[in-house]
T-cell receptor, first 115, second 109 residues
Framework: DTAVSQTPKYLVTQMGNDKSIKCEQN?????MYWYKQDSKKFLKIMFS???????INETVPNRFSPKSPDKAHLNLHINSLELGDSAVYFC??????????????FGPGTRLTVL | GQNIDQPTEMTATEGAIVQINCTYQ??????LFWYQQHAGEAPTFLSY??LDGLEEKGRFSSFLSRSKGYSYLLLKELQMKDSASYLC??????????WGAGTKLIIKP
């Protein structure tokens, strides 16, 4: 009965590799997000999708590519991983479109470590 | 630029009351959120304020003053399980959430 789920929970990989993180929500929400939380604990928005359309892309390197096969899924693919990509990545979703204030529900996070 | 400020860490005693402050400077305002984040876990929603005043929800209350760019989260009858980070986030004119770094609250017996 998990609301927002992410896989994997932990991901350790070498520099230069390509990896993906998957996210699914069963809340029937219209909007999904990817956040990066760095070691200083700031949450920074990376992407937002509303009904499978990208509506925010916040100065994220093009090595990061979100893919939304349907409105319940928003996956994050990362090419050519760098040391600075090490962080916790959170997926989130909200009921309304991202142009209306609405509570966001977060997944458990994926801790990515790049060696 | 946009900025959210909150104390890095606070310590309080079990059973007591603690107030966590948040000041903000953002381009536009569409509401202020408080989230709780336990170590190693996801943030979970606590409260939302868009009008000035106090919103009470059980042991937790949140206050907003838009003219001062200021909010606080008030936690009463503290319990050990309240040990967590408390994140203040403001939704700006583009409906993006701007997050503070969080306040780590340590509860002592």
């Amino acid at each position: 009965d998990t609301a927002v789920s992410q896989t994997p929970k932990y991901l350790v990989t070498q520099m230069g590799n390509d990896k993906s993180i998957k996210c699914e929500q069963n809340l029937g929400h219209d909007t999904m997000y990817w956040y990066k939380q760095d070691s200083k604990k700031f949450l920074k928005i990376m992407f937002s999708y509303n009904n499978k359309e990208l509506i925010i892309n916040e100065t994220v390197p093009n090595r990061f590519s979100p893919k939304s096969p349907d409105k319940a899924h928003l996956n994050l693919h990362i090419n050519s991983l760098e040391l600075g990509d090490s962080a916790v990545y959170f997926c989130a979703s909200s009921h309304e479109a991202a142009t209306i204030p609405d509570t966001q529900y977060f997944g458990p996070g994926t801790r990515l470590t790049v060696l | 630029g946009q900025n959210i400020d909150q104390p890095t860490e606070m310590t309080a005693t079990e059973g007591a009351i603690v107030q966590i402050n948040c000041t903000y400077q953002t381009s536009g305002f569409n509401g202020l959120f408080w989230y709780q984040q336990h170590a190693g876990e996801a943030p979970t929603f606590l409260s939302y304020n868009v009008l000035d005043g106090l919103e009470e929800k059980g042991r937790f209350s949140s206050f907003l003053s838009r003219s001062k760019g200021y909010s606080y989260l008030l936690l009463k009858e503290l319990q050990m399980k309240d040990s967590a980070s408390y994140l203040c986030a403001v939704m700006d004119s583009n409906y993006q959430l701007i997050w503070g770094a969080g306040t780590k609250l340590i509860i002592k017996p």
